[in-house]
């Protein structure tokens, strides 16, 4: 079975200063990876994903992530936070198993933007 | 283009009532998931329809059920109701079985069961 692992719950940076939010997986056979953002009150919005092409991809809003196989990681970072990247943030990983398919997100990781 | 419409947005319910809500996927997206958010578990995987058949259920009791009508829109149904129901029910579209272009998530309906 899959899982998502996201260490820290919390993090806050300086707003310009570098966002990095980890991630690793496990998976028995290649993943599917993503990255989600939810402000309050929202449903979740794709910022990339990871389906086997480039091991680097960039998404909206300045984000990017690498995927490690050797790792198992899937971090997210961003070169300078900005006030308005406070939010949530769900790694998920997604494996289509039988028939049917799902995401398994992980805890999330809370952001805060600092002036 | 449209995304994800779930309705309603907000619902109070009764300890030992039913409910059902509704998700309209994107246009030309055959694949709808339904997701559970609480501040406990987290984000929870419900089920998965495409062509109107369910391919994937996760670990939630008989209580919860869903369907797909051949529009693709799919409604998902709890039967009596438990407080602890009360959550984000998300609903997430994509153009494949198997999210080769990511899912798209609505916004969500907040229900609360009182």
């Given at each position: ?8 719950s ?19 056979v ?51 936070a ?34 | ?8 947005r ?58 797909q009508f ?45």
């Amino acid at each position: 079975a899959q899982s998502v692992t996201q260490l820290g719950s919390h993090v806050s940076v300086s707003e310009g200063a570098l966002v990095l939010l980890r991630c690793n997986y496990s998976s028995s056979v290649p993943p599917y990876l993503f990255w989600y953002v939810q402000y309050p009150n929202q449903g979740l919005q794709l910022l990339l994903k990871y389906t086997s092409a480039a091991t680097l991809v960039k998404g909206i809003n300045g984000f990017e992530a690498e995927f490690k196989k050797s790792e198992t990681s899937f971090h997210l970072t961003k070169p300078s936070a900005h006030m308005s990247d406070a939010a949530e943030y769900f790694c998920a990983v997604s494996i289509l198993t039988g028939g049917g398919n799902k995401l398994t997100f992980g805890t999330g990781t809370q952001l805060k933007v600092e002036l | 283009k449209a995304g994800v419409t779930q309705t309603p947005r907000y619902l109070i319910k009764t300890r030992g009532q039913q409910v059902t809500l509704s998700c309209s996927p994107i246009s030309g997206h055959r694949s709808v998931s339904w997701y559970q958010q609480t501040p406990g578990q987290g984000l929870q995987f419900l089920f998965e329809y495409f062509s109107e058949t369910q391919r994937n259920k996760g670990n939630f009791p008989g209580r919860f059920s869903g369907r797909q009508f051949s529009n693709s829109r799919s409604e998902m149904n709890v039967s009596t109701l438990e407080l602890g129901d009360s959550a984000l029910y998300l609903c997430a579209s994509s153009l494949d079985l198997a999210g080769n272009y990511g899912y798209t998530f609505g916004s969500g309906t907040r229900l609360t069961v009182v």
